[in-house]
T-cell receptor, first 113, second 113 residues
């Protein structure tokens, strides 16, 4: 297993464009999390999936954000009509059932210009 | 709500010096506690964890003890190396529900030769 993979590593987009990020968790992990990290801050929780069900969303996840995990495997995070304030590192993490061991991906760094 | 407070950085040390990074928490339940490390441009790597009071987590010469009476989880290392230069995040997760991680703001460590 190669751990949690995120794609792309970097994304530069113009304000107002839509972007989509992908996360491939560890295959046997049924729990998947998205976090956002801005410069100089710790990661902040965005949303959580257990299998294909999205069970929790943070108030940080505005209407422009949507996340899916259609088959309980990989997940996508889409941001519509991007704003400069969306510039951040978007981190994905997965966790197996019955453990407290979270594994993070390397993140996708988004820059909105 | 749950929160984590870390000492502000940067912490600057010479190689082989003793390291302490303070971390305190507030939580409504009984959390598990974690230290993560982040190298420039990378995601988070789990450094160590403790799941109940008085547990000591240790890894790569780093240690932290879960102190329920002082709600603390201070990170220590007896002799730091240049390669330890990174940002260190203290985090907690409540052992129930969705178990999302709550992070501190991070402490940058800079070790000079």
């Amino acid at each position: 297993d190669t751990g949690v993979s995120q794609d792309p590593r970097h994304k530069i987009t113009k304000r107002g464009q839509n972007v989509t990020f992908r996360c491939d968790p560890i295959s046997e992990h049924n729990r998947l999390y998205w976090y956002r990290q801005t410069l100089g801050q710790g990661p902040e929780f965005l949303t959580y999936f257990q299998n294909e069900a999205q069970l929790e969303k943070s108030r940080l996840l505005s209407d422009r954000f949507s996340a899916e995990r259609p088959k309980g495997s990989f997940s996508t995070l889409e941001i519509q009509r991007t704003e400069q304030g969306d510039s951040a590192m978007y981190l994905c993490a997965s966790r197996g059932q019955g453990t407290m061991d979270y594994t993070f991906g390397s993140g996708t760094r988004l820059t909105v210009v | 709500g749950d929160s984590v407070t870390q000492m502000e950085g940067p912490v600057t040390l010479s190689e082989e010096a003793f390291l302490t990074i303070n971390c305190t928490y507030t939580a409504t339940g009984y959390p598990s506690l974690f230290w993560y490390v982040q190298y420039p441009g990378e995601g988070l790597q789990l450094l160590l964890k403790a799941t109940k009071a008085d547990d000591k987590g240790s890894n790569k010469g780093f240690e932290a003890t879960y102190r329920k009476e002082t709600t603390s989880f201070h990170l220590e290392k007896g002799s730091v190396q240049v390669s330890d230069s990174a940002v260190y995040f203290c985090a907690l997760s409540i052992n129930s529900g969705y178990s999302t991680l709550t992070f501190g703001k991070g402490t940058m460590l800079l070790v000079s030769p």
